[in-house]
């Protein structure tokens, strides 16, 4: 069964900074890109991050480029958000995903992440 | 960016009647690799979204039938054959084509 686990959402303030995890089962992690997307409560969808099999492209949405840093440990199976420089704007629930083009997609089942003070 | 502008944000359907959600992107979201990377996510209430349609027209595996997607270069449609209860919830469409990849903003089916 495929899982993806996030954790590491929490209550911070302006300015402060969060480290999000993934931790993914059931199908081979670094086989394709992984994602985070974010969703503000009741609005719609945002795609934040991506990151190559190999690490060795990133994508970010221009809002989070120099704060938000996507990285991945495929020996362990794990993605990450590292979040710098929080605003009240990145208040959000953030899902890891797998979402390929053509290929089976998954996703997690979110973390709330609030910024306020 | 892409601009995905989808239409209507809300939509009242009775349950059986056919339902009809349109996507627009502000520009051409064919790849050069001729594949146009457009798709449809469901979201339930409560639930994280779930992939129904990609490249346009493709069903997902276990998504039913009376889901079909069409359309070609900016202009998309997502149409339900006969809504059934389980069909709440908000649709969204993707492009992946272009980074950022956009999704539309969501349209409430309501039944």
């Known amino acids: 069964e495929v899982q993806l686990v996030e954790s590491g959402g929490g209550l911070v303030q302006p300015g402060g900074s969060l480290r999000l995890s993934c931790a993914a089962s059931g199908f081979t992690f670094s086989d394709d890109w992984m994602n985070w997307v974010r969703q503000v409560p009741g609005k719609g969808l945002e795609w934040v991050a991506h990151i190559s099999p190999d690490g060795s492209e990133t994508y970010y949405l221009d809002s989070v480029r120099g704060r938000f840093t996507i990285s991945a440990d495929n020996a362990q199976n794990s993605l990450y958000l590292q979040m710098h420089s929080l605003r009240a704007d990145d208040t959000a629930v953030y899902y890891c995903a797998r979402l390929p083009r053509t290929a089976d997609t998954y996703w997690g089942q979110g973390t709330v992440v609030t910024v306020s003070s | ?111």
């Open chain 2, 1 to 111: 960016d892409v601009v995905m502008t989808q239409s209507p944000l809300s939509l009242p359907v009775t349950l059986g009647q056919p339902a009809s959600i349109s996507c627009r992107s502000s520009q051409s979201v064919v790849h050069g690799d001729r594949n146009t990377y457009l798709s449809w996510f469901q979201q339930r209430p409560g639930q994280s979204p779930r992939r129904l349609i990609y490249t346009v027209s493709h069903r997902d595996s276990g998504v039913p039938d009376r889901f079909s997607g069409s359309g070609s270069g900016t202009d998309f449609t997502l149409k339900i054959s006969r809504v059934e209860a389980e069909d709440a919830g908000v649709y969204y469409c993707l492009q992946s084509t272009v980074w950022p990849y956009t999704f539309g903003q969501g349209t409430k089916l309501e039944i």
